[in-house]
């Protein structure tokens, strides 16, 4: 490695010392076309990251200060140590048993449409849907609103599975796959 890299000057006295000697500091050409002086330029970047800085502090505290206030607006009847009695498992009962009822017709609306009454098990097949729908849409709700989640993932998937028209795709996935 030579002394001469990255600007190190050469040592005149070298004659008993190695090469690895460290290098003596190079002081900076000045550059003849320099419009702005550094210091000024170094100076309003930091008073930028400063005013940035506080900035984003102010949209903090801001946004901590609402959420508080949020929290005393929503809690505001429960005080410190009374135990909160968990959420009511009805909404995710009432889609588990919407989805039965589901499950239901589509099964009525199959038998009547064999015994050859085809506009009845039409019409029914249409409430099938209907009410797996609503089933779905009251199941997911009662996961997102913790009102019986496993309820409510019980009945968006019994739901799913009644519905007469994904019931039929998903036969003819399965009928398709193993005719091929």
């Given at each position: ?48 990251e400063?005013?940035?800085?506080e ?8 946004t ?7 929290d ?109």
């Amino acid at each position: 490695m030579s002394n001469q890299s990255w600007g190190a000057q050469p040592s005149s006295d070298s004659a008993g010392k190695s090469e690895t000697a460290e290098p003596k500091p190079v002081e900076a050409q000045p550059v003849e076309a320099q419009p702005v002086e550094p210091e000024v330029v170094e100076e309003e970047l930091v008073e930028a990251e400063l005013v940035e800085a506080e900035l984003v502090e102010a949209e903090t505290v801001e946004t901590i200060i609402d959420v508080e206030v949020l929290d005393a607006e929503v809690f505001e009847d429960i005080q410190r140590g009374e135990v909160v009695p968990a959420p009511s498992p009805s909404l995710g009962a009432a889609a588990l048993g919407l989805a039965a009822v589901t499950a239901i017709v589509h099964i009525i609306a199959v038998v009547v449409s064999s015994a050859n009454d085809f506009d009845l098990g039409t019409t029914l097949g249409y409430v099938a849907i209907g009410l797996s729908v609503l089933a779905v849409v009251l199941g997911a709700l009662a996961v997102i609103l913790d009102r019986g989640r496993r309820l409510g993932v019980a009945s968006v998937a019994l739901g799913l599975v009644a519905n007469p028209y994904i019931l039929l795709l998903l036969l003819q996935l399965v009928g398709g796959a193993g005719a091929a």
